[in-house]
């Protein structure tokens, strides 16, 4: 089962905007994690917050998550061409959590337009 | 460190045959993921692998195997190849555990069947 869900599914906006992505998940998770997907290439780690942080920053980044509403966004400062990706959340069970101790949603496709 | 390493990068096949692909996890790392990724179901976990016994399982039929070896080095294999196992094979290393702890992804491995 596929927890984590991502909106919108594709966002379009002007470079130097900025961008924002949600993510929302049903259980109750040990941390979540966002990635970047380049087209056809492998997932780019971005950012892991833990279920008792409530904001991360990393560069032009910020990952905020609200465990009381299951839910956590991801906002691109500035956006720039090459951010133009798929971005991934996943939602991290309690260690040894089984086959469901991480579920990525379907992702959000980014484009930048110059 | 060298990253996530998966060979071969790209595999054409034809239905029926068999087909392993390798993977190299990040030096130190105990736990190997591996995921399908298709258009229509998105990323899918397959196995984890950790100090050479399978940990957890995802969901997919016994055609798909995996192992790990001492030097935490994996491979997975997959039999009786079917048209609909055309996908991106991910390989995911961690330090300890995929639920927990951040994750790092090769370059995938593009498998084709004909």
């Not at chain 1, 917050?49 to 609200?66: A, P, Q």
């Not at chain 1, 061409?81 to 990525?104: I, P, Q, R």
């Not at chain 2, 460190?1 to 392993?20: D, N």
């Not at chain 2, 639920?99 to 498998?111: A, I, K, V």
């Amino acid at each position: 089962s596929q927890q984590g869900e991502e909106d919108p599914q594709a966002l379009s906006i002007q470079e130097g905007e900025n961008a924002t992505m949600n993510c929302s998940y049903k259980t109750s998770i040990n941390n979540l994690q966002w990635y970047r997907q380049n087209s056809g290439r492998g997932l780019v780690h971005l950012i892991l917050i833990r279920s008792n942080e409530r904001e991360k920053h990393s560069g032009r980044l910020r990952v905020t998550l609200d465990t009381s509403k299951k839910s956590s966004s991801l906002l691109i400062t500035a956006s720039r061409a090459a951010d133009t990706a798929s971005y991934f959340c996943a939602t991290g069970l309690y260690s040894g959590g089984g086959a469901d101790g991480l579920t990525f949603g379907k992702g959000t496709h980014l484009i930048i337009q110059p | 460190k060298a990253g996530v390493t998966q060979t071969p990068r790209y595999l054409i096949k034809t239905r029926g045959q068999q087909v392993t692909l390798s993977c190299s996890p990040i030096s130190g790392h105990r736990s190997v993921s591996w995921y399908q990724q298709t258009p229509g179901q998105g990323l899918q976990f397959l196995f984890e692998y950790f100090s050479e016994t399978q940990r957890n399982k995802g969901n997919f039929p016994g055609r798909f195997s995996g192992r790990q070896f001492s030097n935490s080095r994996s491979e997975m294999n997959v039999s009786t190849l079917e048209l609909g196992d055309s996908a991106l094979y991910l390989c995911a290393s961690s330090l300890e555990d995929r639920s927990t702890d951040t994750q790092y992804f090769g370059p995938g491995t593009r498998l084709t069947v004909l």
